[in-house]
């Protein structure tokens, strides 16, 4: 199936928008660790009467029949702030950066969700809504074979 259109615009076209300026400012050099690195990038949607499957699929431009698979914030957040014994100075840095990511998602978005679209490559995109109901987050992406 071709994938359709998204619907979002990238935080360039956002400038006066201080949410998705604190966003990229968080995520800058960071980096979504799987088959591949990611950057992770700051996106904000169109409105929405809320954070659905449904709402996801059509803004980003995917079909009712692509694969989504849901989960919960903590459960994406918890490799990323997981401090192991054997990481690095700057690993350790970037694990307390993905905390403070994750409480600013947290705090200053609404019904907040994680979604998971694909198989193999896949997008992942930790959504929620802004005080004017658009759909604002970030988006990665991850290689799993």
Known sequence: MQKKE???S??????????CLELAR???RLSYLS???AAMEVFIGQKAGGVSREEILSQT????SDPIE???IEVFFEKLTTVREWYNTQQVANAGRYGE???????SLTDTHVFRIGRVQIEIFV???????NLVGIKTKAVET
């Not at 990238?10 to 949410?19: G, M, P």
């Not at 431009?61 to 009712?64: S, V, Y």
């Not at 959504?127 to 109901?133: F, K, R, T």
């Open 10 to 19: 990238s935080v360039e076209d956002q400038a006066e928008n201080d949410l």
């Open 70 to 72: 849901e989960i919960s």
């Open 127 to 133: 959504v929620g809504l802004d005080s004017s109901q």
């Open 6 to 8: 998204n619907k979002f």
């Open 35 to 37: 088959e591949t690195d």
């Open 101 to 107: 990511l994750k409480k600013y998602l947290q705090e």
């Open 26 to 28: 968080l995520c800058d």
């Open 61 to 64: 431009g995917h079909g009712d």
